[in-house]
């Protein structure tokens, strides 16, 4: 029997941006926040690299940014939420500024900002050039770990949920020391990031195996739009795993992509050449690496010797490799960066089942639609995390009995063939074929191994490729090039299973 405690208060999962926003919201209630790894280790807030998208500037208002953003989402951003995000953002940012986050000034103290792919003003909020998620997680750890309400608890990794026969949530089980606890809490917030270490290349930490999500799916949750995973463009492709990144602010900066023969080639698929939207820098970048071209990202002459004062981390990551940026353009690669889809969940967190909240990457706000825009997935952990501690913090102490919903363990060699096999067939382009093959293997994987979180995150993202038989955003079919109706998709396991996967129109 495993070890069963009560938490007074809200339980939130993960301590990437999403979580620490949530835990500092939850306030006056208690927030445990529970975490694999160490702090700022293992979640990709730490490693982000451009920074805040909001509008800040004299040239900007929050409706050109919630404009921009659903333009960037190909169809299936709800506007409202688009609309939330933005008008919310410049007050997001200063929190952080207030929290401690240097952002980069102006000279007149105003908030410095860049331009990034697919935005119509510079309104990405930076700090020392390319740091802003280490920085920024600096200042927001020191103020949750100072915060009287908010208690942290690493090296505890989820593996399950517990619910009542009613399907409400009432807390967690979770490997602490080697052993099982469960942790009954009024309410709990997922906030366990994305699903890159489901992908063989990847820029995210290889922790965020999608586990958060696959562990609401097992317990009954609803889960939107898993096919749409982004793709940035630019990793460097060093070899290493994950993959450092080139931040999009270098083609802001002027940076451009080259071939092998030292042609710039964006022009040929769109007339916004390096700064045309995500998705499409990562097709063009895959199609030219696939017709043996390569694919470079030259900054020798738009930044240049000033390279490790303005990207001080591209740069250390490119020397480590044995690239001189500042001399020589950078191979890049196409990698498996930030999932749009995730647990449904309305601009509170709440999930379909009660009790469960849902906010960052592993939620589906319907704020990124097919495509997130650039540096729009900081604010949207800043601003929906702590919506979701807000609300989780009001909900009231529910009696009942609760059983855990647990899943299985997913083995090493296990775990790398899924990867090389996701990134092969749920990549940057995919078919009926490639995506056919994928669900047998990971069919394979369950029958051999039992059903892990990996295994049915992953089986949502193949699954809904699988059924939507269109082109959008970052969802490219090669087989079915055009777009359809727009509409998001919703699943539970059971649709899953039954290969019975529910739409809805925009
Ligand atoms: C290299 C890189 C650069 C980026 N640059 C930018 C940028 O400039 N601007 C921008 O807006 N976005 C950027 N992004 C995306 C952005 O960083 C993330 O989408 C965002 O930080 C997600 O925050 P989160 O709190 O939801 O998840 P994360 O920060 O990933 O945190 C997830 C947390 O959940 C924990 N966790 C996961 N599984 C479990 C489990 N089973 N049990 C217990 N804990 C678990 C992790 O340990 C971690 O603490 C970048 C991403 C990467 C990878």
Redesign the pocket.
């Known amino acids: 029997m495993a070890e069963r405690i009560r938490h007074d208060g809200v339980l939130v ?7 620490l926003s949530a835990a500092l919201a939850a306030a006056p209630a208690k927030a445990l926040v ?4 160490p702090l700022n280790q ?12 909001a509008a800040l500037g004299a040239d900007d208002t929050p409706a050109l940014h919630a404009a921009d953003t659903v333009t960037a989402g190909a169809g299936l951003v709800a506007p409202e939420v688009a609309r939330m995000l933005a008008e919310e953002g410049p007050e997001a940012v200063r929190r952080l500024a207030a929290l401690g986050a240097p952002f980069d000034r102006a000279a007149d103290g105003a908030f410095a900002q860049s331009l990034e792919a697919a935005h119509s003003r510079a309104r ?1 909020a930076r700090v020392k050039g390319d740091q ?2 280490r920085e920024i997680m600096q200042a927001v750890s020191v103020a949750a770990l100072a915060a009287p309400h908010i208690q942290v608890r690493t090296g ?4 399950g949920l517990l619910r009542a026969d009613d399907g409400r949530i009432g807390g967690v089980a ?1 490997r602490i020391d080697g052993q099982i606890v469960e942790i009954e809490a009024r309410a709990v917030v997922l ?4 699903v ?1 270490g489901l992908y063989a290349v990847t ?3 290889p ?3 999608g ?2 999500l696959g562990l609401a799916a097992l317990a009954g949750a609803v889960i939107a739009d898993a096919e749409f995973v982004q793709f940035h463009p630019t990793a460097i492709d060093i070899g290493r795993d994950p993959a450092p ?1 080139a ?1 999009e602010a270098l083609r802001g900066e002027g940076a451009v992509l080259i071939n092998s023969r030292g042609e710039r080639f964006m022009a040929r698929y769109h007339p916004a050449a390096e700064l045309a939207p995500r998705d499409v820098v990562a097709r063009a970048l895959h199609t030219e690496r696939e017709a043996g071209r390569g694919a470079f990202l030259d900054a020798r002459e738009a930044v240049g010797a000033h390279f490790p004062d303005e990207f001080p981390g591209v740069f250390a990551a490119c020397m480590g490799g044995g690239i001189d940026p500042r001399v020589q353009p950078i191979p890049v690669a196409p990698a498996c ?2 999932h749009m889809g995730g647990i449904a969940t309305d601009a509170e967190g709440r999930t379909s089942l009660p009790g469960l909240y849902a ?4 939620a589906s706000t319907g704020v990124h639609g097919a495509n997130r825009l ?6 949207e ?1 800043a601003v929906f ?1 702590a919506r979701a501690g807000r609300a989780a913090a009001a909900e009231a102490a529910q009696a009942g009995p609760l059983a855990a919903v647990t899943a299985g363990e997913l083995p090493a060699p296990a775990l790398k063939t899924l990867r090389e096999a996701m990134s092969r067939d749920a990549g940057v382009m995919r078919d009926a074929q490639g995506l056919t093959r994928l669900l047998d293997l990971i069919g394979a994987l369950e029958a051999a191994h039992g059903r892990s ?1 990996p295994l049915i995150a992953a089986r949502f993202i193949a699954a809904g490729a699988l059924a939507r038989r269109e082109s959008r955003g970052a969802h490219f079919r090669t087989d079915f090039t055009d777009s359809q109706q727009p509409r998001r998709t919703f699943a539970t396991l059971g649709d899953i299973d039954r290969q019975d996967l529910r739409y809805a129109a925009e």
């Open positions: 999962v993960g301590a990437g941006l999403a979580g529970l975490t694999e790894t293992g979640c990709s807030s730490a490693w982000a690299q451009g920074g805040v998208a990405v802003a998620g505890a990794r989820l593996v979770a906030a366990t990031g994305g890159g820029t995210t930490p922790e965020l195996k586990e958060g990144l931040t960066h930030y906010a960052g990457e592993c650039a540096s729009n997935s900081l604010l952990a995390g979180a």
